[in-house]
């Protein structure tokens, strides 16, 4: 009976201070089968695979890995016992080939090229086997994203894995991709390989799995057939009470133009071109939606666009509050200070880095780019007491928990930073928004109350910019889409002639050809 | 490492620890004075005896500490906007020179009371545009302020000597100095303001400028957490980018971090040169440039630890120049020994005990549940 089972863990524990990350976990995964695990962020699925890794012990629990139980003190003991596992964020030496990073940590011996040459045999007969076709001398940092995705799965399956562990592993990829992805895990799987798949992306689960797992709280709250459940009960699961996702869209009449953008080329600091004859317009009253897969220059659009990084080529027009056209270009530069005062308000991607200052309390991180407000600002001093009240009010109104504007800006979690940063742009009514990824990393929870708020502020006539790499979102919210490849915009359809294969095209487009 | 809290109360943080790496590092020094064949606790309580036996040796001590404040909050306040400044000798020498300079040229023309606020601004200037220089660089050329601010302090040191030697050298003096100040136009000693209150001091080098660098540090600590300047300085130094987003530019925030350093740091040279020697000279900064940059980060970059750590630091260089002298095996090079003690175990290896305590206090806070 035991010996069915790949994987098995019993009452699994761990906690981190005061969190409670697992709490009594029991897993069981039959051999060669593909079983998911979802649950929310801070759900514990990725504290459970990385015990399961051997990246930090148990508090308490047993693991049993082919029926026969096994103490990991490490990662190298987990690997040891067939486990490997391709991380969200690719683990590769980018100026290393494909050859150097399967090899990277398995060397034999001391002189490299008995390795290399043994390495090769053994790539060959893995690609062979599991139909993962890499060119085994190409460098790392010149290979799209999907197969970056086959040389880490080919990296496990080199040190010997039967038992892989994909942690998101379609974040990056476009629809094609994903779909190709798929193909290889029915291989892997037709070979004997057992999968754990964690992902919170309920159609994948339902398209490739088995049987899956749902976590909340640190807890598995179900434990189902794949057959015999569908998408809104995973959901229901996951939240722990019905979700509706859909309703939020109503077509509406677009009002004046507010913002235009025309041949936006821009250059990195390595002389990349990452942008390319960039146009774009936006409207009062609507969501345009920026589709594409990451990487494929949305975030320097976003960047230009919000006055981030200065203007190389082409210009930008926003419309003030009376109607008068502000031009923006090369010499002509704007700032975020004045296109916020200009009524421009801008969620950034990167909510770590850009969006909140980690080292401040909450109520500093509110104040990020409105000190100098009349309701805060007393001459060259900022009014804490004031400032601390209207954080408050701002928690109260986004449902931002814990209601402490004394907390640590890094203390809360995903979907509640991110409520912090929304409430701040969008007390004072933005004329334009630029949103990027608004809800990466949040949980179901708060990606529902998030869209509603985008709607909202678009109802209200606020001209909105959604770029995100979910299709999904794009989907639900926005009335024009864009797709963005290769640093161009590759299309343009309206929301009613769009739908996952005609945007996953336009996706793939200038990819290809690169 | 089981059931370890992550998040301690904040008097272990702020208190214990700090106390324990002291302890450590007298442990350490005790070591050394055992090897040397003396007894440690000898040396201890001589040391302490030294630093607060007396009136005498409270008005040193806090002479010395008066110099580690400055320069520690000149790092402080650099480390806030994420620069390490370096150059703390160099702005607190050519800060002197400033004071210095308009002493020489007002005080046989103009009144001590307007000459010595004059003479403080015109320090404080000097100090700021020696940090203007490498914080320029740094903002516009990416010159790391690092090198930049350490080679600051040798162009500082032979500026020095050039202008003692060839400009306000006084004609058939064989010392390489200025002449003395008019004796209107120095700071007032403790001495003499204790005396205006008809209090007995004894005659140290402690003057006024103790009472100005706690007023910067009052200065310090509003501007940091309670002015927009603050803020946004507070902002670049802890997410650059953050800082672009919210319209912040940090090139010209470092510009301004970098100038209230050095302007700090220029104090040193109005304790040292308006307080104590009355006179231009070379070295009086004597590494307290450098002491600072321990007093910041054992004070966590904060007014209030900067003094308390200053207190330690002046301490020591007191209590260590008697110990010197009481005790004769004990030579200067191992109070400096000491010194780096210190520095090693508060600064370097500050969180060393941190896993222990953590430990012992997961342990007796549950021991009452349990």
């Known amino acids: 009976m035991s010996s069915e089972l790949a994987v098995e863990l019993r009452g699994i524990h761990k906690r981190f201070g005061t969190v409670h990350a697992n709490r009594g976990v029991d897993l069981s995964v039959r051999r060669g089968s593909v079983h998911g695990i979802v649950g929310e962020n801070g759900a514990g699925k990725s504290t459970l695979m990385s015990i399961l890794y051997g990246f930090y012990p148990a508090d308490e629990g047993r693991i049993a890995i082919d029926g026969e139980p096994v103490v990991l003190r490490g990662t190298h003991d987990a690997i040891t016992h067939g486990i490997g596992m391709v991380h969200q964020h690719f683990m590769l030496v980018e100026r290393f080939t494909v050859l150097e990073n399967v090899v990277?940590?398995?060397?034999?011996?001391f002189a490299l090229a008995k390795s290399l040459a043994a390495a090769r045999r053994e790539l060959q007969r893995l690609a062979d086997e599991f139909g993962l076709a890499v060119d085994p001398d190409a460098r790392v940092s010149e290979l799209p994203v999907g197969a970056l995705q086959r040389v880490e799965i080919l990296k496990a399956l080199f040190r010997g894995a039967r038992i892989l562990i994909l942690d998101e592993p379609t974040g990056v990829l476009t629809p094609q991709e994903t779909e190709a992805l798929f193909r290889?895990?029915?291989?892997?799987?037709?070979?004997?390989?057992?999968?754990?798949?964690?992902?919170?992306?309920?159609?994948?689960?339902?398209?490739?799995?088995?049987?899956?797992?749902?976590?909340?709280?640190?807890?598995?709250?179900?434990?189902?057939?794949?057959?015999?459940?569908?998408?809104?009960?995973?959901?229901?699961?996951?939240?722990?009470r019905q979700v509706q996702r859909s309703g939020l869209h109503a077509a509406r009449e677009r009002g004046e133009l507010r913002l235009q953008a025309e041949g936006l080329d821009w250059r990195d600091a390595a002389g990349v071109l990452r942008l390319q004859g960039v146009s774009l317009s936006l409207h009062a009253g609507e969501i345009v939606g920026v589709a594409g897969v990451s990487g494929n220059g949305q975030s320097e659009l976003l960047a230009l666009l919000s006055s981030l990084q200065p203007l190389q080529q082409g210009h930008l027009r926003l419309r003030d509050d009376d109607g008068a056209w502000l031009e923006f270009d090369a010499a002509h530069p704007g700032?975020?200070?004045?296109?916020?005062?200009?009524?421009?308000?801008?969620?950034?991607?990167?909510?770590?880095?850009?969006?909140?200052?980690?080292?401040?309390?909450?109520?500093?991180?509110?104040?990020?780019?409105?000190?100098?407000?009349?309701?805060?600002?007393?001459?060259?001093?900022?009014?804490g007491a004031a400032a601390r009240a209207q954080c408050r009010q701002m928690m109260e109104e986004f449902d931002v928990r814990p209601r402490n504007e004394r907390l640590g800006s890094s203390k809360f979690s995903g979907g509640n930073q991110q409520k912090l940063i929304l409430a701040r742009e969008f007390r004072r009514a933005p004329r334009v928004l630029l949103i990027g990824q608004p809800t990466r990393g949040v949980d179901i929870g708060a990606i529902e109350f998030i869209h509603r708020r985008?709607?909202?502020?678009?109802?209200?006539?606020?001209?909105?910019?959604?770029?995100?790499?979910?299709?999904?979102?794009?989907?639900?919210?926005?009335?024009?889409?864009?797709?963005?490849?290769?640093?161009?915009?590759?299309?343009?359809?309206?929301?009613?002639?769009?739908?996952?294969?005609?945007?996953?095209?336009?996706?793939?487009?200038?990819?290809?050809?690169? | 490492m089981k059931n370890v809290p992550a998040v301690l109360p904040r008097w272990i943080d702020v208190v214990l620890l700090p106390v324990l790496n002291v302890l450590m590092a007298l442990g350490a020094a005790g070591?050394?004075?055992?090897?040397?064949?003396?007894?440690?606790?000898?040396?201890?309580?001589?040391?302490?005896?030294?630093?607060?036996?007396?009136?005498?040796?409270?008005?040193?001590?806090?002479?010395?500490?008066?110099?580690?404040?400055?320069?520690?909050?000149?790092?402080?306040?650099?480390?806030?906007?994420?620069?390490?400044?370096?150059?703390?000798e160099g702005q607190g020498t050519v800060g002197g020179l400033g004071v210095g300079l308009v002493l020489l040229a007002g005080d046989a023309w103009l009144p001590g009371w307007l000459l010595v606020p004059l003479a403080l601004a015109g320090g404080l200037l000097s100090g700021a545009a020696w940090a203007f220089v490498p914080a320029w660089l740094q903002a516009r050329r990416g010159s790391h302020i690092v090198i930049t601010t350490i080679m600051f302090n040798f162009l500082a040191s032979t500026l020095m000597v050039w202008l003692l030697v060839n400009v306000v050298k006084v004609p058939g003096n064989q010392a390489v100095e200025s002449r003395l100040f008019a004796p209107g136009a120095v700071l007032p000693s403790a001495q003499a303001m204790f005396a205006a209150l008809g209090i007995e001091w004894p005659d140290t080098p402690l003057n006024l400028a103790f009472a100005i660098a706690l007023l910067a540090c009052v200065g310090v600590w509003a501007m940091l957490w309670h002015t927009r300047l603050g803020y946004a300085l507070r902002t670049v130094g802890l997410a650059a980018g953050a800082a672009r987003y919210a319209g912040i530019d940090p090139r010209r925030l470092t510009v301004v971090a970098l100038c209230i350093s050095g302007a700090l740091a220029a104090l040193v040279g109005v304790n040292e040169i308006a307080g104590v020697h009355h006179k231009l000279l070379l070295d009086f900064v004597a590494g307290a440039g450098f002491t600072g940059i321990a007093v910041a980060l054992m004070g966590r970059n904060h007014p209030v630890g900067i003094v308390l750590s200053a207190l330690?630091?002046?301490?020591?260089?007191?209590?260590?120049?008697?110990?010197?002298?009481?005790?004769?095996?004990?030579?200067?090079?191992?109070?400096?020994a000491v010194q780096g003690f210190v520095v090693l175990f508060c600064g370097a290896l500050a969180l060393l005990l941190r896993p222990p305590v953590a430990w012992v206090y997961g342990r007796l806070a549950k021991g009452p549940a349990a």
Request: hydrophobic residues 50%; glycine residues 10%; contains cysteine.
């Open chain 1, 104 to 109: 990277l940590g398995a060397e034999q011996g």
């Open chain 1, 184 to 240: 290889v895990l029915a291989t892997l799987k037709a070979r004997g390989v057992t999968i754990l798949l964690i992902t919170h992306k309920l159609k994948e689960i339902l398209a490739v799995t088995d049987r899956v797992t749902v976590m909340r709280g640190g807890s598995v709250v179900a434990d189902r057939e794949t057959a015999q459940t569908g998408e809104a009960e995973l959901a229901e699961l996951m939240v722990g």
């Open chain 1, 335 to 383: 700032d975020p200070h004045r296109l916020r005062r200009l009524g421009v308000a801008h969620v950034p991607e990167d909510r770590h880095r850009l969006g909140l200052v980690l080292g401040f309390e909450a109520w500093e991180s509110a104040l990020l780019g409105y000190v100098d407000d009349s309701t805060v600002k007393r001459g060259p001093f900022v009014a």
């Open chain 1, 454 to 514: 985008i709607v909202a502020l678009r109802d209200a006539g606020c001209a909105v910019l959604l770029v995100s790499t979910e299709l999904d979102e794009i989907l639900a919210l926005a009335d024009r889409i864009l797709v963005m490849s290769g640093g161009r915009i590759t299309g343009e359809l309206a929301r009613s002639e769009a739908d996952e294969t005609r945007l996953g095209c336009l996706m793939g487009d200038a990819r290809a050809a690169a």
């Open chain 2, 31 to 88: 070591l050394v004075v055992w090897a040397i064949g003396q007894n440690p606790f000898t040396a201890v309580q001589l040391l302490v005896q030294g630093a607060f036996g007396s009136a005498l040796a409270w008005s040193y001590t806090l002479y010395y500490t008066t110099n580690f404040i400055c320069t520690g909050l000149a790092v402080a306040v650099a480390f806030h906007c994420g620069h390490f400044n370096i150059g703390a």
């Open chain 2, 312 to 336: 330690l630091f002046g301490a020591l260089a007191q209590g260590g120049s008697e110990l010197v002298f009481e005790m004769p095996a004990f030579t200067r090079d191992m109070s400096v």
